[in-house]
């Protein structure tokens, strides 16, 4: 079985090498092939090595490009459970769905205990808004995460694995199907896999769209057919997990780094990155940045080379004003913190975090205290209800946030918002709850001024919050009168061909006036 | 790798050692360190304990760290430096308490809960007085669509003690949260309205609920009318009443209270008082004639018993290929206004319809059973009011009685004698002691030596006993608690268990433990006084079986005939329906 394997690589790798041949996008590379553009330049690719270079519908490429030799090298040589453990312990891989946990602590654990079953359970109910990089990963090279669940299998001796992924990824429901059909036909899944004693079965569980199943207890609860609530956590989920059984929860593009590690060994993965964190991170770029797009580099790369190097900067040259990481949990990083590096460590000690990658440009048009409140609208929305902070205090936060916006805000409010905001990290049951005040205080932090603003002097130095907005007319107002008859609850007044006057109590600030006027003369301050 | 038996901790500076697995809210009480809680809830006896550490009230700081843990559900660890006297931890209580504050209704002084409610006093105590975040406030449609239960969920603080009575504890499955975010709210299946869920009214999620989210139907206004109009109007007591209704006039759990209760219930204005126990002791002749029967070839065993409503709609829903094991004897009460209908109306003349009977019960099943359709003989149910022991509680405070100082007078004649078989029916295995007590002696034709059946007393879930009985050995058994009756039919069902007789009660512990009993705001120790006093007044019964009372033998005698025959089984007899399953 492991000389078929071996044949069908050497079979499928011509073949490949004949198509990529006549591909101009692509070279060859260290890990196989590479694509050229300059997007991809000063990028590091391990988890997204076969992204837009395979077919993921073709089993074929992925044995190709060494597929299933790491899982077939540890069957054919038997390699001690432990040791598995111990490579991946040693090449210092951490989650990357966002707390970055050690994975081989993990699997130390789950293979410390006896158990009739272990279960292997790999998290894709990737949930941030503008992020992506799981669903890539599943969409463009679903074996590597097959692969990497399969290793993991052998390493704690789990018998079964379900990868949990948001039903909002048709494709990549469609394609991870399609892989596992074809691992399993191909005896690289399931029962006695290549002719040994290990057997490893797949199945999908699909999310219904709710957040907090991210969390590894609510997504444990919601597989065994309960509503996702997180659990009070009594064991650690490799002790009593899944159905109480040892299990191991690895995000996407944790599993998706296990077979290089394996190919390549835990040195060569410690070369890469930083001493704490090793590897690479994918980060999902987006926002007001000229190239928007996953991105895969180093740990430990700053924040800058990301930002201007490969994103090209803020579109339409404008200003950078901050950078917000690690999803709705995370925070806002100020431009004069730019050269922060990207770790696990670093991001941390400036109130962010590295989340699951999820990367947000905002440049001078942005307003920070509206920016909290989009991120508390999401969790506000994703909370599950069950503990008291979360459910109400990030209700009361929203609340808070939307009054300052509308201009009702008092300078007492931001004392009040601090402290329930850190009363909500400090006291949430889960993950969910424990970050949601987190883009709070961290535009508090940093951009503390834009607040003030907002309640002290009633203005958004953003021109974003209508609630603050004021329609000035200019000296160049010709007099024409369209502002006044276009203003809805006629709140302007003024001769023809003089200036007119907007009368500010009155206004609504719908704008109506600004899209009338034939000459300009009307600017939302 | 083994954890060692102890753990060692400090909590404010004070060193204590408690075994491994103690959570942080126990070691404090080894200290006298009092932590207050919400959510939780640990009733020990009765196999419940609610440690969802929703509410977040009882957070305290580990020194050094800046998160905070809950200290009911966290477990205490070595080394650990523990802190709950610190301005976080009690800015942090409070500000949970102002959370929820922030999200209820503040009608205290009009709320049903007013003096019981456990959110109320938790503010009170922690010296809550202005709520700093107020908000939008959620509104949720009143379900008052059942007999038995109001559901109020704009008063829910979602602890999740009615679920997990619900689910984990009953195996009901009733409740379950719904929505989610800031609308989540604990609702039904498909938000269905409670009369047409499985849900079978034991009312052990009012008996839990620490707000008054879940209330009981208030059917006082009913009484109070009926007392006022022309009608005879006729009440009963249930055995498990007059041993809790004491705790309302803050008497000793545990104090028996029927002599006063008595004179209460006539100073009110009825013109008859009478004694459930009697109901009872009929129930017991009916029960234990169709046990002889069975076990005698008629029908097949095991026999269950079937005083207890709630578990009587949980068979027809969960189990109704097995409607043909429960005994179709009516509920002691039903028996009883059954008769005041019948014998009664005869002995003093009037037509049934001029009698209102009005049951007092540990219980808000009861309320429902009252509508059951078949319950009743033509146009008339046979008991038409149920109130329950908090509400008799508060008609009484209505009143104005000093109730603690009143005499003590006796039930009236005809229904209001009870042999001490008919007092222990309040309690987890009492129906099985009493109906043994007297088909023991009608199988066997001897005197039973031993009165006692010690083995099916106390509060464990399912209590076994062996009974010889002309040679034979007959296994009975008693389940208290839906979930443990859940276990007891699937061991039938499955033939794995051989009873020939079972008794089952839905609410665990009994009917001293009913939903409508004075609530027990989670000191499950008075349960277990209740249950002494029922026992106590048992022993000091002269007359201690139901077939040797010398009102049920007149009422035979001149009225019904034999048990089990064709009258009683017209009267005091039902049958059971096979409900859908959700």
């Not at chain 1, 293979?111 to 990737?126: G, P, Q």
């Not at chain 2, 503040?106 to 105590?125: M, P």
């Not at chain 2, 269950?304 to 429960?326: A, N, R, Y």
């Not at chain 2, 206004?337 to 049934?352: C, E, F, N, V």
Request: aromatic share 6%; hydrophobic share 35%; proline share 4%.
């Amino acid at each position: 079985m492991y000389n078929q394997l071996r044949s069908w690589q050497t079979e499928y790798r011509q073949e490949f090498d004949k198509r990529m041949a006549v591909r101009e996008d692509v070279e060859v590379s260290e890990l196989g092939y590479r694509l050229t553009d300059s997007f991809y330049a000063k990028q590091y690719r391990i988890a997204l090595r076969n992204s837009g270079i395979i077919d993921p519908l073709k089993i074929e490429d992925y044995i190709a490009l060494d597929g299933y030799k790491a899982l077939a090298d540890l069957l054919e040589n038997q390699i001690p459970q432990a040791d598995v453990v111990a490579e991946i312990s040693e090449s210092l891989l951490r989650g990357r769905g966002g707390a970055g946990f050690p994975t081989g602590r993990k699997w130390a654990e789950a293979l410390k205990h006896d158990a009739e079953h272990k279960f292997i359970i790999c998290n894709a109910d990737e949930g941030d808004p503008g992020a992506y990089m799981d669903r890539n990963i599943l969409e463009t090279d679903p074996h590597c995460v097959l692969e990497g669940m399969a290793i993991a299998g052998y390493a704690v001796g789990a018998d079964f694995g379900y990868i949990y992924v948001r039903a909002e990824y048709p494709v990549a429901v469609k394609r991870l199907k399609i892989a596992i059909a074809q691992a399993e036909e191909r005896g690289l899944l399931g029962k006695n896999i290549m002719g040994s004693d290990f057997s490893f079965h797949i199945e999908l569980r699909l999310g219904a769209g709710a957040f907090v199943c991210g969390e590894g207890t609510a997504m444990m609860e919601s597989i065994e057919g309960r509503r996702g609530l997180p659990r009070v956590k009594k064991y650690r989920t490799a002790h009593k997990g899944l159905f109480g059984y040892p299990t191991i929860i690895n995000n996407v593009e944790t599993l998706a780094n296990v077979h290089m590690i394996m190919l390549k060994g835990a040195k060569w993965f410690r070369s890469i990155g930083t001493e704490k964190s090793p590897g690479t991170k994918v980060f999902a770029l987006v926002g007001k940045v000229a190239n928007a797009g996953l991105v895969e580099v180093p740990m430990g790369t700053p924040l800058r080379e990301v930002v201007y190097d490969i994103g090209g900067g803020c579109k339409d040259g404008k200003e950078l004003k901050a950078v917000q990481t690690g999803g709705p949990s995370g925070g806002c990083i100020p431009t004069s913190l730019i050269d922060t590096t990207l770790d696990f460590e670093s991001l941390a000690a400036i109130g962010s975090i590295m989340g699951s990658g999820g990367m947000v440009i905002m440049d001078n048009d942005d307003c920070m205290v509206d920016i909290a409140r989009f991120f508390m609208e999401f969790t506000v929305d994703e909370s599950c209800g069950k503990c008291t902070p979360c459910r109400i205090g990030n209700k009361r936060i929203l609340e808070m946030l939307e009054r300052i916006i509308a201009g009702m805000g008092e300078p007492r409010d931001l004392r009040y918002l601090k402290l329930i905001c850190e009363t909500v990290r400090d006291t949430s049951l889960c993950g969910l709850g424990q970050s949601a005040p987190n883009p709070v205080l961290s535009t508090m932090k940093y951009f503390a001024n834009e607040y003030e603003a907002h309640v002290k002097e009633k203005i958004c130095p953003a021109h974003v919050c209508k609630g603050l907005a004021q329609y000035i007319i200019l000296d160049s107002c010709i007099g024409c009168g369209k502002c006044k008859r276009n203003c809805p609850v006629s709140c302007i007044t003024g001769e023809i061909k003089e200036k007119h006057v907007i009368d500010h109590d009155a206004c609504i600030k719908c704008g109506a006036c600004e899209a009338a006027c034939p000459v300009h003369a009307i600017e939302k301050r | 790798m083994k954890s060692p038996e102890t753990v060692t901790l400090t909590i404010n500076d004070q060193e204590v050692t408690v075994p491994s697995g103690t959570t942080i809210l126990d070691a404090a009480k080894k200290l006298n360190i009092k932590i207050p809680t919400l959510c939780h809830l640990d009733l020990h006896n009765m196999k419940f304990v609610n440690q969802t550490s929703s509410c977040r009230v009882c957070m305290v700081e580990e020194e050094g760290w800046d998160k905070m843990l809950a200290a009911c559900s966290t477990r205490c660890r070595n080394g650990m430096r523990i802190r709950t006297d610190t301005i976080k931890v009690i800015r942090t209580r409070r500000l949970m308490v102002e959370l929820l504050l922030s999200n209820h209704p503040t009608d205290c002084l009009i709320c049903s809960k007013n003096g019981n409610c456990d959110l109320q006093a938790l503010a009170a105590e922690i010296g809550v007085t202005r709520i700093d975040y107020p908000g939008y406030r959620s509104h949720h449609e009143m379900d008052t669509s059942s007999f038995s239960l109001v559901r109020n969920m704009d008063k829910c603080v979602l602890c999740k003690r009615c679920e997990t009575m619900c689910n984990d504890v009953q195996t009901v499955g009733a409740l379950t949260d719904i929505g989610r975010g800031f609308d989540t709210v604990v609702g039904t299946l498909f938000g269905m309205p409670m009369h047409e869920t499985t849900c079978t009214f034991c009312g052990q999620c009012v008996a839990v609920c620490p707000t008054a989210a879940l209330t009981e139907v208030d059917n006082i206004s009913q009484v109070w009318e009926a007392l006022d109009s022309d009608k005879i109007v006729v009440v009963q007591t249930a055995p498990a009443v007059r041993v809790a209704l004491g705790e309302v006039f803050g008497m000793e759990p545990g104090t028996n209270v029927t002599g006063k209760m008595v004179t209460a219930l006539r100073r009110m204005g009825f013109d008859k008082v009478y004694d459930t126990n009697f109901a009872a002791d009929v129930t017991v002749m009916e029960e234990a004639a169709e046990l002889v029967d069975r076990i005698n070839g008629e029908g097949r065993l095991p026999i269950l018993t079937s005083c207890c409503p709630s578990w009587v709609k949980f068979i027809e829903h969960q189990f109704g290929d097995m409607l043909d094991i429960p005994s179709s004897a009516k509920s002691p009460h039903e028996i009883f206004g059954s008769l005041a209908k019948t014998y009664l109306a005869d002995k003093i003349g009037a037509k049934p319809e001029d009698i209102v009977v009005v049951s007092v019960m540990p219980c808000v099943a009861k309320k429902y059973e009252s509508k059951r359709p078949e319950l009743g003989q033509g146009d008339y149910s046979d008991v038409d009011i149920v109130i329950t022991t908090r509400e008799l509680g508060r008609m009484l405070k209505d009143l104005g009685l000093d109730f603690a100082n009143l005499p003590e007078e006796e039930f009236d004649e005809l229904m209001g004698v009870a042999s001490g078989a008919g007092d222990i029916f309040g309690s987890t295995g009492g129906v099985i002691e009493a109906a043994l007590r007297t088909a023991y002696e009608w199988l066997t034709g001897k005197p039973l030596e031993k009165i006692d059946f010690h083995e099916l007393r106390g509060l464990s879930g399912i209590k076994e006993a062996t009974v010889e009985i002309n040679g034979v050995k007959h296994k009975i058994a008693c389940a208290n608690g839906l979930g443990n009756a859940r276990e007891v039919l699937r061991r039938i069902r499955s033939g794995e268990a051989n009873y020939t007789a079972i008794e089952i009660m839905a609410c665990p512990g009994g009917c001293i433990a009913g939903g409508g009993q004075p609530y027990h705001h989670g000191d499950d120790s008075i349960i277990r006084k209740r249950m002494e006093a029922i026992y106590e007044s048992d022993r000091h019964k002269k007359i201690r079986q139901s077939h040797k009372n010398p009102q049920v033998i007149k009422l035979y005698e001149e009225f019904l005939g034999a048990p089990h025959s064709e009258k009683t089984k017209k009267l005091l007899h039902t049958k059971y329906v096979w409900r859908q399953k959700m």
